[in-house]
């Protein structure tokens, strides 16, 4: 692999969890507009009196990346009309929405890679030495999977890639196949194996593998729509004037793969956007269809989403629970941690609502309502969010919920019912965002 260094701007603010028991936690920001990004590190530790914030900046880094959307846009037949970019959007606006940074994933040596929506780089921080950088896996013209895999155990990276011109060919026809290969990366050896490589989507959102390494998932965050005509009964179903249009989501998939067998298995998913394993029984998944889709970029929210409880077995993934409400919109993130005796999956929920859900029932177990946000009206869709996501972390207890989001970090007593801690974060304007998912800052 091939690294560039980035320039990067460091700071510091007066910040305190006041004892939150957290070794550290990271939040992303998007600075709109700059294809800019700013990563903040909040810590309880005995020197966690400041947030450290590191400001990284991406512009000109798009250029190899737009070099091979536009040589494999000119050899397609999207280039005979205005659509050259996924989901409607303007040149401008994907670039930006292609370097968003959206999770974290810890690595050896103090480094944590970044996930990037749709990119054909990895990008890596350093809180320790507040640095960045640019990794190439010299893989060509291919796009990697957003969130990854890192085995401690062998200090190997697992990912995902697919060549650029199959998300090109999507365009025009998002259900069209694109060949997907799977990698293992070897940081001691720097050896690469393809571990993988069959047809499935694009927009590979993240890759996990199962405790006892027996089994691997990935995920295909799909956010393309179509035009649906509906009728208000079959008997109407010629009458134009009876008929309606709808939007309505093209479902993607989740890959199960079986480590030792080979075999695998194909699961249907509304925007198949994450997988985390349950902390006690090591076959037991849960995956989240989020039901949204993009719009220009714009989020839309389709419907509700949904938590999926799967047991992994030798003849194929099992479902044995699931979960879902009226409100339950747009998710981000969804954890699974133990608290009091019990395993609990929080999810957040657009926009302005926490879900905690009882992984052994897949009952609601208890909301968390943060400050009153935008109204949804599910009695029509598409709802396009007005605001932007947050991302939740649980304490090492199992007793409190840590949650950030555009500008603010607070914290939530589970059983308590209370919020114990507010605060607003210093270098947020009006054109930055949170974008993404919470991470944790490994242990040294």
């Known amino acids: ?15 305190s969890l006041h004892g939150f028991n957290f070794p550290g936690i990271i939040g992303p920001s998007l600075h709109k507009g700059n294809l800019a990004q700013t990563h903040f590190c909040y810590s309880s530790g005995s020197n966690g009196q400041t947030a450290i914030s590191l400001r990284v900046s ?6 190899n990346y737009k070099l091979g959307w536009m040589e494999a846009i000119s050899k397609s037949a999207v ?9 409607g959007q303007s040149e401008t606006q994907w670039w930006e929405y292609c370097l968003a940074p959206h999770s974290y994933l810890p690595l050896n040596d ?4 970044v996930g990037l929506n749709f990119f054909n780089r990895f ?28 085995d401690q155990k062998t200090d190997e990276m697992w990912f995902a890639s697919w060549p650029i011109e199959g998300s090109v060919r999507r365009i025009n026809d998002p259900q069209e196949k694109v060949r997907v290969s799977i990698w293992k990366y070897s ?19 993240q890759l996990s593998l199962s405790p006892d390494r027996c089994f691997l998932v990935l995920t295909e965050l799909g956010l393309h729509h179509k035009e649906h005509i509906s009728a208000e009964s079959p008997d109407q179903a010629s009458s134009v004037q009876k008929r309606v249009q709808e939007r309505c989501l093209i479902p993607s998939e989740i890959l199960v793969l079986d480590l030792h067998s080979g075999e695998e298995w194909r699961l249907p998913m509304l925007a198949a956007g994450h997988v985390e394993f349950d902390p006690e029984d090591q076959e037991l998944c849960y995956l989240s269809g989020h039901n949204i889709g ?30 879902s409400h009226p409100i339950f919109h747009r998710i981000t993130t969804h954890i699974v941690f133990r608290h009091r005796g019990k395993t609990i999956i929080g999810v957040t929920g657009y926009p302005d609502t926490i879900f905690l ?41 199992g007793e409190a919920i840590f949650i950030a989001g555009t500008g603010f970090v607070k914290a939530f007593l589970i059983d308590e019912g209370l919020f114990f801690f507010n605060k607003r974060i210093e270098n947020y304007d009006n054109n930055s965002c949170f974008t993404g998912h919470l991470g944790m800052v490994p242990k040294r």
């Open 1 to 15: 692999m091939k690294h560039t260094d980035l320039p990067v701007l460091p700071g510091e603010q007066q910040f």
């Open 58 to 63: 991406l512009k000109g880094e798009k250029d």
């Open 79 to 87: 280039n005979n009309n205005n659509d050259k970019f996924p989901y």
């Open 110 to 113: 103090g480094e944590i890679q």
């Open 123 to 150: 990008l890596h921080i350093n809180f320790n030495s507040r640095s960045a950088q640019l990794v190439n896996p010299c893989l060509g013209n291919e796009v990697l999977s957003t969130t990854n895999w890192y």
């Open 187 to 205: 940081f001691p050896s720097s050896h690469i194996e393809k571990v993988w490589q069959g047809d499935f989507g694009d927009s590979l959102h």
């Open 294 to 323: 993009l719009i220009g970029p714009n989020v839309a929210i389709l419907g509700a989403g949904t938590i999926k409880k799967f047991r992994l077995k030798k003849n194929g993934p099992e479902l044995i629970g699931e979960f």
């Open 357 to 397: 859900i009882d992984a052994g029932t897949m009952k609601l177990y208890r909301t968390i309502t943060m400050e009153p946000g935008e109204k949804v009206d599910i009695s029509r869709y598409p709802h396009i969010c007005k605001q932007d996501s947050y991302g939740i972390a649980a304490s090492a207890d």
